[in-house]
């Protein structure tokens, strides 16, 4: 048994049905479809708390602290572009223990693009990433979740595995930190009800640049901590359900 889950059966059967299906299932995170996709373990108990479109400055800082705290280890999908100007930082991601992933470079909608140019976009940011931290990159998250077979076969000759999530907290929003704990908070408890582990999707960047507000996901994220403290919730990185 694999302990990836697989998309529901009724899925598979709307995916065959035409395009129409196909480009949905392109956008939908946990689709299976054009390829292997890592979502979650089958332990209801493990949550991955991943963050995407950073490094970015205070929020990252902040979270770095929030997350040493409580002992907890986080998923970072990072942009290349942000990582180049910011390599200190990066380093100080991966050298707290968490596990850093590629976001492509620049951040387009990978599904629009041509093969050559998702190629340059995954081996540009897993560079930057690699010079940064001085080891090789094995996740990646398509922005906006799209992706297209061309862009898991790319990835996989790049030696990357592709990343979804099956919780959205909705944080690119603004947000307030009560609101992105109740969206966690539900998305946490739909999934042990469905007897699955949580993938959180959050952000402690933004993809129109270094410098975007994004305190109230630290603030979750520290409440979010708190809840759990005394629970049989562990916290795990994407890395641990592969
Ligand atoms: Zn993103």
């Not at 995170?29 to 054009?34: E, R, T, V």
């Not at 040493?68 to 100080?92: D, E, N």
């Not at 901590?225 to 994407?238: D, G």
Request: proline fraction near 5%; aromatic fraction near 6%.
């Amino acid at each position: 048994m694999t302990p990836i889950q697989l998309a529901a059966g009724t899925v598979l059967t709307t995916a065959v049905a035409g395009s129409g299906a196909a480009a949905y299932a392109a956008l939908w995170p946990q689709s299976q479809i054009f390829g292997r996709v890592l979502v979650a373990g089958s332990n209801p108990n493990e949550i991955a708390l991943t963050y995407d479109d950073g490094p970015n400055d205070e929020a990252t800082e902040r979270l770095l602290e929030v997350l040493a705290r409580r002992g907890v280890h986080a998923t970072f999908f990072l942009i290349g572009s942000f990582v180049r100007q910011r390599s200190g930082l990066v380093r100080s991601i991966a050298s707290a223990g968490h596990l850093v992933g590629n976001h492509t470079m620049t951040h387009p909608w990978l599904s629009l693009q041509s093969s050559r140019r998702i190629r340059e976009e995954l081996a540009g940011c897993n560079t930057a990433l690699e010079d940064a931290i001085g080891s090789p990159v094995r996740y990646f998250r398509p922005p906006h979740g799209a992706r297209r077979p061309a862009v898991l076969r790319i990835a996989r000759e790049l030696g990357l595995t592709a990343v979804q999530w099956n919780i959205t907290a909705f944080d690119w929003n603004p947000l307030s930190a009560e609101e992105i704990l109740s969206n966690v908070t539900k998305g946490i408890e739909r999934n042990q009800r469905r007897r699955r582990g949580s993938n959180v999707l959050m952000h402690d960047g933004g993809h129109l640049g270094i410098g975007q507000p994004r305190l109230p996901t630290i603030e979750a994220t520290s409440r979010l901590l708190e809840q759990y403290e005394a629970s049989r919730m562990k916290f795990v990185t994407v890395a641990e359900w592969d």
